[in-house]
């Protein structure tokens, strides 16, 4: 089968299209045929050996995606020929086929293409366990979600909505503003605008928000503090460098700065991640968007592209 393969970390160029042999499942793994694979931005970090925790290489990337069972192991009770999305893979997801445990497969909806399902892995489990295992979010709490057109910018915003949240979301561009608009009652601002905190405090009543979703703390999060309602929290998932904040704005507000790191989820919250999906899925409020598809050979691309480019939706890979 044809996969990425990364011989050592560095640029996007490691990322190289290879032959290497098809995956066997054993007791409690799946194959899939994978028919679309996600593209994190974290997997950036760790193609560049930047990443807390490291693979051993060489290693295939990915580790979210959507496809078809062509195998079963003992003990996995999946039929071939199920459509599936997949959560976790043990061999990567830039590939043709990726072998995954079967606690990992879950049933795609026949409403849902196969690019929709490689959005249902990180960015839904990010939203979740951002706002309801690490924010403890309450329905009426007012919520920024920083670079909400993008793929869990936008999970976010759809699991805060069917919660009962009031949403403010910003985006850099008018095309991410309309798009994070146009998933519910959501007032949105340019994050580029120097005054855009405080428009959105002001959108608030000058209250302040109850929980800011940071997706680039290293610019942002001085200026997230100043805007925060007492006992206020910043949930930090992504952050590309240091920072410097002033600690009075956190003491003036009894405010908090949590960091969320999906790989420290237990089991247990997993599955409360795994079955709040289905339950949005199953009611219709959770609606993947898939803003790119590229080619798997385009991998080097597609790492360039979720860096450096405004994020529209979900990027993902097509073998």
């Known amino acids: 089968m044809r ?43 760790v193609r560049a050996g930047a990443y807390r925790t490291l693979p051993a290489l060489p290693y295939t990337p990915g580790v979210d995606g959507s ?24 061999s990567g997801t830039y ?18 293409s196969h690019p929709q399902g490689a959005t249902l892995g990180v960015p839904c489990a990010t939203a979740f366990r951002t706002l309801f295992q690490r924010g403890r979010a309450k329905p009426g709490e007012h919520v920024l979600i920083h670079g909400a057109s993008g793929a869990v910018g936008l999970a976010t915003v759809q699991f805060a909505l069917a919660a009962g949240l009031t949403v403010t979301g910003t985006a850099g561009s008018q095309a991410g503003r309309e798009l ?3 998933q519910g009652d959501v007032r949105t601002f340019d994050h580029h605008d120097p005054s855009h905190l405080a428009a959105a405090l002001a959108s608030t009543g000058g209250r302040g928000f109850d929980m800011i979703v940071e997706l680039l703390a290293n610019v942002n999060l001085g200026g997230d503090l100043t805007v925060l309602a007492r006992n206020g929290r910043v949930l ?27 790989s420290l989820a237990t089991p247990e919250e997993v599955a409360e991640v795994d079955a709040a999906v289905a339950a949005g899925l199953r009611e219709g409020w959770l609606r993947p ?23 529209l939706g979900r990027l993902v890979l097509v073998p």
């Open 3 to 45: 996969a990425i393969r990364v011989h050592e970390f560095g640029d996007p160029d490691v990322l190289r299209l290879e032959e290497v042999p098809t995956p066997v499942p054993v007791e409690g793994e799946v194959l899939v045929r994978i028919q679309a694979a996600g593209v994190n931005p974290y997997e950036t970090y």
């Open 67 to 90: 496809g078809v069972v062509t195998q079963a192991g003992p003990g996995a009770d999946i039929e071939s020929g199920a459509r599936v999305y997949v959560t976790a893979s043990l």
């Open 289 to 311: 968007v898939v803003g790119r598809e590229m080619a798997l050979a385009d991998a080097p691309r597609a790492h360039r592209h979720i860096i450096e480019r405004p994020a």
């Open 180 to 182: 994070a608009a146009a």
């Open 236 to 262: 930090v998932v992504g952050n590309r460098g240091l920072v410097e904040i002033n600690p009075r704005d956190l003491m003036n507000v009894e405010g908090s700065v949590l960091g969320v790191m999906g």
């Open 95 to 112: 590939a043709e086929y990726a072998l995954c445990r079967a606690e990992d497969v879950h049933p795609l909806p026949d409403t849902l």
